[in-house]
Nanobody, 130 residues
Framework: QLQLVESGGGLVQPGGSLRLSCAAS????????IGWFRQAPGKEREGVSW????????AYADSVKGRFTISRDTAKNTVYLQMDSLKPEDTAVYYC???????????????????????WGKGTLVTVSS
């Protein structure tokens, strides 16, 4: 079965850190662009970050630049999102996504939707609260 499975969400205090994981099963992430979207309650879905396996390029939403870092462990076929200096406004369900095309990923970020992408996971909840 081809799927992406997220883990690592939870409750954290403002200023704290979490690391989300996205494990791919049934396919290799080689050649894929892997990204993270998030959706807060009552708000539109937002692209957070993506990583291109082919050239190592990355991109981040302005709202998370300098605080979040995306990385990949090739041996584990897993992508991570390290989230530092978390703020209450980071509270959301975080979704891992993957696509073979950088153009499709960029368009999905622009249009704030994931349905055009090859794969997406079920999400993991991150709550930032004191």
């Amino acid at each position: 079965q081809l799927q992406l499975v997220e883990s690592g969400g939870g409750l954290v205090q403002p200023g704290g850190s979490l690391r989300l994981s996205c494990a791919a099963s049934g396919f290799t992430l080689d050649y894929y662009v892997i990204g993270w979207f998030r959706q807060a309650p009552g708000k539109e879905r937002e692209g957070v970050s993506w990583f291109s396996s082919s050239d190592g390029s990355t991109a981040y939403a302005d709202s998370v630049k300098g605080r979040f870092t995306i990385s990949r462990d090739t041996a584990k076929n897993t992508v991570y999102l390290q989230m530092d200096s978390l703020k209450p406004e980071d509270t959301a369900v975080y979704y891992c996504v993957a696509d073979l095309s950088i153009a499709t990923m960029r368009r999905s970020f622009r249009d704030r939707r994931i349905r055009d992408l090859d794969y997406w996971g079920k999400g993991t909840l991150v709550t930032v609260s004191s």
